[in-house]
Every structure is written in structure tokens, then in C-alpha cells.
């Protein structure tokens, strides 16, 4: 386990020059250990094996990023179990890994390793998605496919933080920072055909009172980016129906309003870098009333 003692280890070594051999030592260990990282039947012996591992590589990773200093590409950081798992090719074994542990889920109920199996690799999949490159390699489709069956199928009452429910609002906000990075029309094909952008808003339109502000912050910053993208403009009516546009025109009132009330007072760039992400979805709101 990630013990307090190894974190108290962790960030000494950083502050005080010793990264470099601290991340040679997470290298060899995270290598001896990855043949861990495979397809295994959930709740086989092979699973909860691997599912410790990877709770383990999570909790590392989000350490990573707390202390990482730069914002450049994933080899340029200091994120070295991010980086180490797309140099041995495992990031969509982990989704595929993500998205058999909620097919098993559907079929027989959670369990405490499954729940903790998916906010664990919840973690490190949000950590990675925030890198283009690690988008680069992604299977969109199915992507795509597992975040509108988990917005789909999201139940009514409030949602723990963790659950996936909440990450795939991160995954989406990760993405949409690098859809330059993308072939944009191919990616907005597949969130049109997943209809992920309707899910979405009928999601926020039933949870946006129980979300934290991070979460919500995330979730409207993604949708703000696609609605600004030209294949919406085009095929608006293809993303979003007409029910869930008439949904979006209380965004505004609901939660958007809000989002910019808890502006940094102090921070007057920050406050327009926060503006400027909220000005499409504020646009299509005010569409949306337009439309009738």
C-alpha cells in the first residue's frame, strides 16, 4: 500500500534534488511488477491481483501530479508512472480492463474490489487523459462507448466521489483540452454517434446540485469546448435533441451563474481564462431560448 511514510518519502526526495533517483527506483519497481497489468476474469485471483497493482500505480500517479513542476508533454514531466505505462503499451489494456470490471458490475453488483477498482483506475486514467499524447493512442470508439453507457446509466441518486459517474466528467474535460491534437471531425463523429453531448446535459441536468464545484467546473468546460466546435454548429440537432436543449436552457440558472460567482477575486487572469471557457456554453443557452 501507498503508506504515508512512502508519501513523506516521496516529497522529501523531490524538495530536496533527489527526483531523479526516487523515479529510477518507481521505474524499476513499476517494471518488475507490470506483467501484473492484464486481462483477467473479474474477481478471478489474477484480477485482485491485478486490481491491487493498479490501485498502487493510481496512488503513485496522483502523487506525481500534485508534485509535478512542468505542464509540457508526459516524457518532458516528471510523471513517471504515467509515462512508463504508455511506453509498455498498456493504456487501452486499461480501459478495456475498465470497461470489463463495469460489465461484470451490470451482470452481478459491486463489490469493495470493484468499486475500489474503478476509482483506482479511474484515477489513473484521468491523470493520463490530461496528456495529448496519451489521447493520441487512445481507442476513441471505445472511449466514446464506455463514457455514454456510464452517463447513460447513471442512477438518479447522489453519486459518491470517485465513481466513475464523476471521473468521466475529468476523461472529458482531459480530451477536450487537446482536440487540436485530434482529427476533429472523426472524434466529433463519435460523440455525435454515442450521443455522449446528450447524455451529458441530461446528466448535469439531474446532478448539477449534487456535484462539487471541480466536478461540475470540469463537466461545463467540456461541453462549453464541444459546443463551440464547428460539426455542432452543423449538426446541433444530431448531438443534442430538442428535450435535452430544452434542459440546457436553465443551465444558466442552475449551475453556470454559480460558476462564476466563486470567481478568485484576487486572480483577475484567472477570472477571464474561466470566463472565456464558459462563453460558448453561455451562448448556447442563450440559443437554446432563441430556438423556441
Not at 474477481?43 to 500534485?66: H, P, Q, Y
Not at 505542464?71 to 516528471?78: K, L, N, V
Not at 480530451?175 to 455525435?192: D, V
Not at 435533441?241 to 460558476?259: W, Y
Request: aromatic residues 8%; negative net charge; charged residues 25%.
Amino acid at each position: 500500500m501507498w503508506s504515508s511514510k512512502k508519501r513523506e518519502r516521496y516529497a522529501k526526495a523531490e524538495s530536496t534534488g533527489g527526483f531523479e533517483e526516487l523515479s529510477k527506483k518507481l521505474t524499476d519497481e513499476l517494471q518488475a511488477k507490470m506483467y501484473l497489468l492484464k486481462s483477467a476474469e473479474v474477481m478471478s485471483d489474477e484480477w485482485l491481483a491485478m486490481a491491487e497493482f493498479c490501485g498502487r500505480v493510481a496512488k503513485i500517479s496522483e502523487v506525481e501530479r500534485t508534485l509535478s513542476k512542468t505542464s509540457g508533454t508526459m516524457r518532458e514531466g516528471e510523471e513517471v508512472a504515467l509515462r512508463f505505462l504508455m511506453e509498455e503499451g498498456k493504456l487501452n489494456l486499461c480501459l478495456r480492463l475498465l470497461v470489463d470490471c463495469r460489465d461484470y458490475v451490470k451482470r452481478n453488483g459491486e463489490t469493495p474490489e470493484t468499486v475500489n477498482f474503478e476509482k483506482g483506475m479511474g484515477l489513473l486514467l484521468k491523470n493520463a487523459w490530461h496528456h495529448a499524447e496519451a489521447l493520441q493512442t487512445t481507442d476513441l470508439p471505445l472511449f466514446c462507448s464506455y463514457v455514454a453507457s456510464v452517463l447513460g446509466q447513471a442512477p438518479p441518486k447522489a453519486i459518491s466521489n470517485g465513481r466513475q459517474e464523476i471521473q468521466v466528467l475529468h476523461y472529458l474535460k482531459g480530451l477536450s483540452s487537446h482536440l487540436e491534437s485530434l482529427s476533429l471531425l472523426n472524434f466529433m463523429t463519435l460523440l455525435k454517434n454515442a450521443k455522449i453531448l446528450e447524455h451529458l446535459v441530461l446528466f448535469l441536468d439531474t446532478h448539477h446540485g449534487q456535484l462539487p464545484r471541480s466536478d461540475l467546473l470540469a463537466a461545463a468546460q467540456a461541453l462549453s469546448t464541444f459546443v463551440d466546435a464547428d460539426d455542432f454548429h452543423t449538426y446541433e440537432h444530431d448531438h443534442i435533441s430538442k428535450n435535452a436543449a430544452d434542459k440546457v436552457k436553465n443551465f444558466k440558472i442552475n449551475f453556470i451563474d454559480d460558476l462564476l460567482s466563486q470567481e478568485d477575486k484576487g486572480d483577475n487572469n484567472n477570472n477571464f481564462d474561466l470566463r472565456a471557457t464558459l462563453s460558448p456554453l453561455l451562448r448556447y443557452v442563450q440559443d437554446c431560448h432563441y430556438s423556441n
